[in-house]
């Protein structure tokens, strides 16, 4: 454990019904950091989150939240993080306002006290001027900010978010990165899951990336950047990618990994710019009628299909 740890997870397992979906994860959160844990669905990330949260015991391993153990503490945790989960947990028929004031009295808020954090918190997330409409007519994305509005009505010093921009429009999700920004400005330290790039690479100072129940990395994104070295990816699409081009492209020297996903055939390889001639000659004589052809700079897809040989968005 680092000295300005608030978080630590030690060697975790968690084992449901004889499955591994989290196996030996290590890993120490910063106080103030904001803390991504990113991986395709299935990864073990929820799993994780539910454990910090106190919802799900460990099968192996120790988890402390702020010197709180997990599994002794669960009381005083509980009272120092605010969780925003994968499902939206509102009224629908109640407004935005009835909503937040019935959460803040389950955490015994009352009169002024109750009246003014529930002001701060709509002015937040941006959704004073509909306070008062039903959240019946409300998008996704606003639901999910009441949500995380309803996370902080007791003023928690961490807070957790299970995939915070999942189903959420590019309106919403710029209004969730400023309140996690801000909020992490004002001192709060943030763990987030997610499998949309996006969100790590604008909002997360290191990320720590998951396969299979397993961290195969973690880093800053710089940090993680430079793993993928001089490593590219080729993108072709086209209505039909015959088995044998991806075979063919395979046994080009340089070629690293290809997965094809319906009509979307990912090349990783290494200065993938010496092998595109040759990549687009195979896939002329296997009869492929590219409709795309693209080379992308190394980003965390890049390295996803570096480090596991697998797409990130599956
Ligand atoms: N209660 C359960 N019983 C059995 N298996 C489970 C249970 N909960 C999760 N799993 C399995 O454990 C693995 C990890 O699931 P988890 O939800 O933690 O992944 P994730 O990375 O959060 O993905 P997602 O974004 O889809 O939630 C998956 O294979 C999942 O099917």
């Not at 996704?140 to 509005?149: L, P, V």
């Not at 000659?281 to 890049?302: M, N, R």
């Amino acid at each position: 454990m680092t000295d300005d740890a608030i978080i630590t997870v030690e060697d975790l397992s968690k084992q449901y019904d004889g499955f591994m979906a989290v196996e030996g994860v290590s890993f120490d959160i910063k106080r103030g950091e904001i803390f991504g844990l990113l991986g395709p669905n299935g990864a073990g990330k929820s799993t994780i989150i539910s454990i910090l949260c106190c919802l799900l015991e460990p099968t192996a391993g120790r988890v402390t939240i702020d010197g709180f153990d997990v599994e002794k503490n669960a009381t005083d945790i509980k009272k120092i993080i605010g969780v925003v989960p994968q499902e939206i947990s509102l009224y629908y028929t109640l407004t935005a306002r009835e909503n937040l004031a019935f959460y803040a009295k389950i955490y015994g808020l009352s009169g002024k006290a109750m009246k003014d954090r529930i002001e701060e918190l709509l002015d937040m997330v941006g959704l004073t001027d509909r306070a008062d409409d039903r959240l019946e007519g409300y998008s996704g994305g606003m639901k999910r900010r009441i949500n995380i509005a309803v996370a902080l009505l007791h003023n928690p010093r961490i807070l957790f978010l299970d995939e915070p921009s999942t189903g959420v429009d590019p309106q919403s999700r710029k209004r969730i990165y400023d309140t996690i920004r801000d909020l992490n400005r004002q001192g709060t330290t943030v763990l987030l899951t997610t499998h949309q790039m996006e969100d790590a690479e604008k909002l997360c100072h290191r990320i720590a990336i998951m396969d299979k129940g397993k961290l195969v990395a973690l880093d800053t994104l710089q940090g993680l950047l430079k793993l993928v070295g001089e490593s590219d990816i080729i993108q072709v699409t086209s209505k039909e990618l015959p088995p044998e081009a991806a075979d063919t492209i395979q046994q080009i020297d340089k070629v690293q990994k290809v997965a094809v996903d319906g009509g979307s055939m990912t090349i990783g390889l290494v200065r993938g710019r010496e092998s595109l001639a040759g990549i687009i000659d195979i896939l002329i004589a296997s009869g492929t009628k590219v409709e795309s052809i693209q080379i992308k700079e190394p980003d965390l897809e890049t390295l996803f299909l570096h480090l596991t040989g697998t797409r990130l968005r599956r």
